[in-house]
């Protein structure tokens, strides 16, 4: 497919990046804490640590890992905690010392957590005690070597890590009863690894940095192999993207959403990095009315988010109210963002909401919206730099202009396949090397992409498809809807009927209010047959709606 959307590239975004700039994250790591080392890196909690004390905590958590514990180069290094400052300090640290992180989920459960770990192979894990007594329940079964474990106030310095170990510990009660033998603190291993000098291990384009697993909602987790050339050339993406609109040494970005997520990871983390930003590192964004507190400390620059973080951020009454005056950009990600939270979110912020695409396979990003776009476009935008996007059909045949088609990715920040799955990677890719995202996209004349849903999602009622996204769509711009999912149901008349689940911003919406609202906006067949109130919808840890759970839940209900 020619690369008609380079033509539609912001002033100053190139054709392609330089993939040689950095010959490994460790590279990347090392420029940017000597350039910037007294600028805030990553902020938690109200407790900051520069440039150069992150330098200099990695290195002793990178000395722990080659001293103390004498882990071969390669060694798989699992990290099990939200987003905290000891995050950054052992991820850097296992790179730097030539090691492989495997992220994993806080909220996994023991069968998972133990599937995880195993496939990796892991070596040792960083937990938070919040989580160790899941570890506790499989460390048997387990080939994982050391455990170290940290606690949520463990590197806010005296005395607020105290106070904050007591309320989460004995007000809270979020840390339940525990005993892994042999484990060791966080603060052990820093000390510990201050003793010995990083030992400079040579790594490559080629070698793996991260196992990021994924496909754990629907089916077995995978992990795909992210090497460091992999999210070198998705932070270069990402970085030529924004650089025409930010500024070196400048920038506040407020990183809610996981690290240990694929978007957060490179979007926040490393590509903010580079640019010597200082992280706001939001350890719990559920907790809304606190998150909102955290915000009204910043003049940020820049915030990333899922559609259902903004959504839930604008119905909190103190957020309009914040100073939005320096913020220059809004990026949503990780699931499609609705129109009527985008323009919400313009109306209280001044500024666009910005939608790209991504996969954890593709490192991740794959298209991005202009970041001086002047409004909502329903597209995921543009296939960044050194990236080639084709649209095929069932048969592996590339689609015109305006036709649907699957997207598939090729390009640098691309994944070389899933560890130790040969038949899933051979599946993944086709015969000329294109990852197949599994999502349904349509392009127009001037490049912009837009996904119309995912295969396995698409509804199918009397032989027409209906695409969930465009119903959940038309559900959320009614005034008195906060959430909504939609999915397939069985039904005798059509093969398939629409069911939508909805979260009530107004406590007197009825089904038929919906119904009316929805046939004044959609084609008859997409209309919902069925409508079920709730008073939550089934996320993900990073804020994705779980429509599979919402299908599985209306089949063991028989189908009510």
Same mark, same amino acid.
Request: glycine share 8%; with cysteine.
């Given at each position: 497919?020619?690369?008609?959307?380079?033509?539609?590239?912001?002033?100053?975004?190139?054709?392609?990046?330089?993939?040689?700039?950095?010959?490994?994250?460790?590279?990347?790591?090392?420029?940017?804490?000597?350039?910037?080392?007294?600028?805030?890196?990553?902020?938690?909690?109200?407790?900051?640590?520069?440039?150069?004390?992150?330098?200099?905590?990695?290195?002793?958590?990178?000395?722990?890992?080659?001293?103390?514990?004498?882990?071969?180069?390669?060694?798989?290094?699992?990290?099990?905690?939200?987003?905290?400052?000891?995050?950054?300090?052992?991820?850097?640290?296992?790179?730097?010392?030539?090691?492989?992180?495997?992220?994993?989920?806080?909220?996994?459960?023991?069968?998972?957590?133990?599937?995880?770990?195993?496939?990796?192979?892991?070596?040792?894990?960083?937990?938070?005690?919040?989580?160790?007594?899941?570890?506790?329940?499989?460390?048997?079964?387990?080939?994982?070597?050391?455990?170290?474990?940290?606690?949520?106030?463990?590197?806010?310095?005296?005395?607020?890590?105290?106070?904050?170990?007591?309320?989460?510990?004995?007000?809270?009660?979020?840390?339940?009863?525990?005993?892994?033998?042999?484990?060791?603190?966080?603060?052990?291993?820093?000390?510990?690894?201050?003793?010995?000098?990083?030992?400079?291990?040579?790594?490559?384009?080629?070698?793996?940095?991260?196992?990021?697993?994924?496909?754990?909602?629907?089916?077995?987790?995978?992990?795909?192999?992210?090497?460091?050339?992999?999210?070198?050339?998705?932070?270069?993406?990402?970085?030529?993207?924004?650089?025409?609109?930010?500024?070196?040494?400048?920038?506040?970005?407020?990183?809610?959403?996981?690290?240990?997520?694929?978007?957060?990871?490179?979007?926040?983390?490393?590509?903010?990095?580079?640019?010597?930003?200082?992280?706001?590192?939001?350890?719990?964004?559920?907790?809304?009315?606190?998150?909102?507190?955290?915000?009204?400390?910043?003049?940020?620059?820049?915030?990333?988010?899922?559609?259902?973080?903004?959504?839930?951020?604008?119905?909190?009454?103190?957020?309009?109210?914040?100073?939005?005056?320096?913020?220059?950009?809004?990026?949503?990600?990780?699931?499609?963002?609705?129109?009527?939270?985008?323009?919400?979110?313009?109306?209280?912020?001044?500024? #666009?909401?910005?939608?790209?695409?991504? @996969?954890?396979?593709?490192? $991740?990003? /794959? &298209?991005?919206?202009?970041? +001086?776009? %002047?409004?909502?476009?329903?597209?995921?935008?543009?296939?960044?730099?050194?990236?080639?996007?084709?649209?095929?059909?069932?048969?592996?045949?590339?689609? #015109?202009?305006?036709?649907?088609?699957? @997207?598939?990715?090729?390009? $640098?920040? /691309? &994944?070389?396949?899933?560890? +130790?799955? %040969?038949?899933?990677?051979?599946?993944?890719?086709?015969?000329?090397?294109?990852?197949?995202?599994?999502?349904?996209?349509?392009?127009?004349?001037?490049?912009?992409?837009?996904?119309?849903?995912?295969?396995?999602?698409?509804?199918?009622?009397?032989?027409?498809?209906?695409?969930?996204?465009?119903?959940?769509?038309?559900?959320?711009?009614?005034?008195?809807?906060?959430?909504?999912?939609?999915?397939?149901?069985?039904?005798?008349?059509?093969?398939?009927?629409?069911?939508?689940?909805?979260?009530?911003?107004?406590?007197?919406?009825?089904?038929?209010?919906?119904?009316?609202?929805?046939?004044?906006?959609?084609?008859?067949?997409?209309?919902?047959?069925?409508?079920?109130?709730?008073?939550?919808?089934?996320?993900?840890?990073?804020?994705?709606?779980?429509?599979?759970?919402?299908?599985?839940?209306?089949?063991?209900?028989?189908?009510?």
């Amino acid at each position: 497919m020619d690369k008609i959307w380079l033509k539609q590239y912001p002033e100053g975004v190139p054709a392609e990046v330089d993939l040689n700039q950095f010959g490994s994250l460790g590279d990347l790591f090392e420029q940017s804490v000597s350039k910037f080392a007294a600028r805030t890196a990553f902020v938690c909690m109200g407790k900051g640590i520069s440039y150069a004390e992150l330098d200099r905590l990695s290195a002793q958590f990178a000395g722990f890992l080659q001293g103390e514990l004498g882990l071969e180069p390669g060694a798989r290094v699992a990290l099990m905690m939200p987003n905290l400052l000891q995050y950054p300090v052992a991820m850097f640290g296992a790179l730097r010392a030539g090691y492989t992180v495997v992220n994993v989920n806080p909220l996994y459960t023991a069968r998972e957590l133990e599937h995880q770990l195993r496939d990796a192979g892991a070596d040792v894990i960083v937990i938070l005690e919040n989580f160790a007594n899941t570890l506790q329940q499989v460390r048997e079964r387990l080939p994982l070597r050391h455990v170290v474990v940290t606690s949520v106030g463990e590197m806010l310095g005296f005395p607020k890590s105290l106070i904050v170990d007591f309320v989460v510990r004995r007000v809270k009660k979020g840390v339940p009863p525990w005993s892994l033998p042999g484990c060791i603190r966080f603060s052990g291993a820093l000390s510990s690894g201050g003793r010995h000098a990083l030992r400079r291990v040579a790594v490559g384009h080629d070698d793996i940095a991260f196992l990021q697993y994924t496909g754990g909602t629907t089916g077995v987790a995978k992990g795909a192999i992210l090497s460091h050339g992999n999210i070198v050339a998705n932070l270069q993406q990402a970085h030529a993207w924004i650089k025409p609109f930010l500024h070196e040494g400048e920038e506040v970005i407020i990183t809610a959403l996981p690290l240990y997520h694929i978007f957060s990871l490179t979007a926040n983390c490393l590509t903010f990095l580079k640019i010597g930003a200082t992280n706001v590192l939001i350890t719990n964004p559920r907790d809304i009315p606190g998150f909102v507190k955290e915000l009204a400390k910043y003049r940020f620059t820049a915030i990333t988010g899922v559609n259902t973080l903004f959504n839930a951020l604008l119905n909190n009454p103190d957020f309009a109210r914040l100073d939005f005056s320096a913020l220059r950009i809004s990026l949503g990600g990780g699931m499609s963002v609705q129109q009527a939270v985008a323009e919400k979110w313009k109306q209280v912020t001044g500024l #666009p909401l910005i939608e790209a695409y991504g @996969l954890t396979e593709t490192s $991740p990003a /794959v &298209t991005i919206n202009p970041l +001086n776009l %002047p409004a909502f476009n329903h597209s995921i935008g543009l296939p960044i730099s050194s990236t080639e996007v084709s649209l095929r059909d069932d048969d592996d045949v590339e689609q #015109p202009i305006g036709q649907r088609g699957e @997207l598939c990715v090729r390009g $640098p920040q /691309v &994944t070389r396949g899933y560890w +130790n799955r %040969p038949e899933d990677t051979a599946r993944a890719f086709t015969p000329d090397g294109f990852f197949r995202t599994g999502d349904i996209a349509v392009m127009d004349q001037d490049g912009f992409v837009t996904i119309v849903d995912r295969k396995k999602d698409m509804i199918l009622v009397s032989g027409f498809n209906v695409y969930p996204n465009e119903v959940e769509d038309v559900v959320a711009s009614h005034p008195g809807v906060m959430e909504v999912a939609a999915i397939g149901v069985p039904s005798e008349h059509s093969g398939e009927a629409v069911k939508v689940f909805v979260v009530r911003k107004d406590p007197a919406l009825t089904e038929a209010d919906l119904i009316a609202h929805c046939r004044k906006n959609l084609t008859g067949y997409k209309v919902p047959h069925l409508i079920e109130f709730r008073d939550e919808l089934p996320k993900t840890n990073v804020g994705k709606i779980l429509r599979r759970m919402l299908r599985d839940e209306h089949q063991q209900n028989g189908g009510a």
